[in-house]
T-cell receptor, first 113, second 114 residues
């Protein structure tokens, strides 16, 4: 089954404790992306990757890091989480950037206290 | 830059009512347009899309027509069901316009009452 998986689905952590949210896709997609969803703000792109070892900032990259060492994986790293990063996070992938349908993971609800 | 404006909710309708959710956009280049749906506790799923002017996307009884002259992509359904209750996002992406992902509207929460 074609899918995007994320782990964990729920995470409660404390300020400053490094964490990683994993994302994996099994569709051999080149393009992967991270979004955060906040009430009243919709979805905003954090980082994206056009292919292995090619990543770039989206609209709200501050406080986040990503890496793309393999085509299927695109982890999101919060090195020093803060309460304003409490949000619902989605990973997505598509065949290529621009104009193609994106497939979304189920979401990771992160709470930083 | 690119932007999407859609009516915010919640929008509350009775079952079998006619639905319209307005969406307008601004974009550089020639965007592809999408409607995504998010059911409670789930990720986003593509509902329909259109890639060029005058295209009509349709799925599950929903329709939307790409109107370049009015820069709009309104979502319609003739007879809604309780199971259509969800959050609907209008979005655009510009093919070849750089590496931007989807630009989303803020979402419209739709509530269908029996």
């Amino acid at each position: 089954e074609a899918q995007v998986t994320q782990n964990p689905r729920y995470l409660i952590t404390v300020t400053g404790k490094k964490l990683t949210v994993t994302c994996s896709q099994n569709m051999n997609h080149e393009y992967m992306s991270w979004y955060r969803q906040d009430p009243g703000l919709g979805l905003r792109q954090i980082y994206y990757s056009m292919n292995v070892e090619v990543t770039d900032k989206g609209d709200v990259p501050e406080g986040y890091k990503v890496s793309r060492k393999e085509k299927r994986n695109f982890p999101l790293i919060l090195e020093s989480p803060s309460p304003n990063q409490t949000s619902l996070y989605f990973c997505a992938s598509s065949f290529r950037e621009g104009g193609y349908e994106q497939y979304f993971g189920p979401g990771t609800r992160l709470t930083v206290t | 830059g690119n932007s999407v404006t859609q009516m915010e909710g919640p929008v509350t309708l009775s079952e079998e009512a006619f639905l319209t959710i307005n969406c307008t956009y601004t974009a550089t280049g020639y965007p592809s347009l999408f409607w995504y749906v998010q059911y409670p506790g789930e990720g986003l799923q593509l509902l329909l899309k259109a890639t060029k002017a005058d295209d009509k996307g349709s799925n599950k009884g929903f329709e939307a027509t790409y109107r370049k002259e009015t820069t709009s992509f309104h979502l319609e359904k003739g007879s809604v069901q309780v199971s259509d209750s969800a959050v609907y996002f209008c979005a655009l992406s510009v093919p070849g316009g750089g590496a931007d992902g989807l630009t989303f509207g803020k979402g419209t929460h739709l509530i269908i009452q029996p």
